[in-house]
C-alpha cells in the first residue's frame, strides 16, 4: 500500500485552503466563543469617559485617489450640507513607483514577494491592466501578475491610512474622523459624533462609523456597541492612542490587509472599538472598488 505524502497532495488549491482556513477558525473561535465579551465590557464600564472639549474642531480627512477625484464629489458634499469641517487626503496609489523604504517597514514576506512579482514593469503598462482588468485572467499574464497588481493597490491603502495616522500624531490631534470617497455623511452627523465619542471609556482606540462584515457586541450606549471587530474602512473614529499602536507593532511588517489587520487588535485587546449603529456613513450606490479583485476559477 502506497502512503501519499503531503507534497503529493498539496495542490495549490488545497495548500491556500489550509494556509486560510486554520487562521479564520481561530479568529471566529475567539470571537465567538473564547472572548467573554459581557465581561470586558463590564469593566470598560468601571472607566471614565472620554473627554472632548465642545470647543474642539472634528476634522474630517477623505481619502482619494487623485486620478479618481471625481468620486469624492458627493462625499464632500454632504460634508458641507451637514457643516463638516473636511480635507481632501491625496491617497497612495498602488499602480505609481513603490517606496522601497516603506515596504520594507510595514510589508509582511509574503506581501513583499507579491509586490515585487510587479516591481519593474513600466507604469503604462500597470495602468492598462488596471483599465481592461475585470477580475479575470486575461492577456496571456500568469495569475500572478494579477495578485502582484490587487497587493500593489492594496498597499496603496495600507499606506494612506498610515500616512494619516502619522500625521496625526506629528499634529497632536487626540483623534482623527477618516472617510473613504464612497460614502455619505448622515444627517446631524456632527451631533451624533460628538455624543458618541462623550459616552466612550477613556482608552478607546475605534469608532466604525460603518464598515462590512460588522461584529456586534453588548450594547454600550444609545446608538452604540461595543465592536467585536470587522472589516471595511467606509468610516471610522482613530484615538491618538490607537494610531500609536498600530504604528509600533501591529502594522509593521504585516502581511494582512488594512482593515484585517484592525480586525486582530480589536480581538487581541489591544484596541477598544465600538461600532455606530444606526451607521453616521452610508456607502453611495454604484461605485466600484478602487481596488482590483482577481477572480479565480479551478
Given at each position: 500500500?502506497?502512503l ?76 458641507r ?67 502582484s ?27 482623527l ?8 455623511v ?80 480589536v ?29 479565480v476559477?479551478?
Amino acid at each position: 500500500m502506497q502512503l501519499f505524502s503531503l507534497s503529493a497532495i498539496a495542490t495549490d488549491g488545497v495548500a491556500e485552503f489550509v494556509v486560510r482556513f486554520f487562521p479564520r477558525t481561530w479568529r471566529e473561535l475567539r470571537r465567538n466563543v473564547i472572548i467573554n465579551w459581557k465581561l470586558r465590557t463590564k469593566q470598560l464600564h468601571l472607566q471614565k469617559r472620554f473627554k472632548i472639549a465642545s470647543s474642539e474642531e472634528l476634522l474630517v480627512r477623505i481619502v482619494s485617489l487623485k486620478r479618481s477625484s471625481e468620486r469624492t464629489n458627493l462625499t464632500a458634499e454632504s460634508c458641507r450640507k451637514q457643516g463638516v469641517k473636511f480635507e481632501v487626503f491625496d491617497a497612495v496609489d498602488g499602480l505609481d513607483r513603490m517606496n522601497d523604504t516603506e515596504i520594507s517597514i510595514f510589508a509582511g514576506r509574503k506581501k513583499r514577494r507579491r509586490l515585487d512579482v510587479t516591481k519593474y514593469v513600466h507604469q503604462e503598462e500597470l495602468f492598462a491592466l488596471y483599465k481592461n482588468f475585470d477580475g479575470s485572467q486575461k492577456r496571456g499574464y500568469h495569475k500572478e501578475f494579477y495578485v502582484s497588481l490587487h497587493e500593489r493597490l492594496r498597499f496603496g491603502c495600507y499606506m494612506s491610512h498610515i500616512s494619516l495616522w502619522r500625521e496625526m500624531l506629528s499634529a497632536r490631534l487626540s483623534l482623527l474622523i477618516i472617510l473613504e470617497d464612497d460614502v455619505i455623511v448622515e444627517n446631524e452627523f456632527l451631533a451624533s459624533l460628538r455624543a458618541h465619542l462623550s459616552s466612550l471609556p477613556a482608552n478607546w482606540g475605534l469608532l466604525y462609523l460603518n464598515g462590512c462584515f460588522r461584529q456586534f457586541g453588548p450594547k454600550w450606549d444609545s446608538g452604540l456597541w461595543v465592536s467585536r471587530g470587522g472589516l471595511c474602512t467606509y468610516g471610522y473614529v482613530i484615538s491618538s492612542s490607537a494610531a500609536e499602536s498600530f504604528l509600533q507593532s501591529a502594522a509593521i511588517r504585516s502581511d494582512k490587509p488594512l482593515d484585517h489587520m484592525m480586525d486582530e487588535e480589536v480581538l487581541s485587546g489591544r484596541i477598544m472599538a465600538f461600532h455606530a449603529e444606526p451607521p453616521l456613513v452610508k456607502l453611495k450606490s454604484g461605485l466600484n472598488s478602487t481596488l482590483k479583485y482577481l477572480r479565480v476559477t479551478r
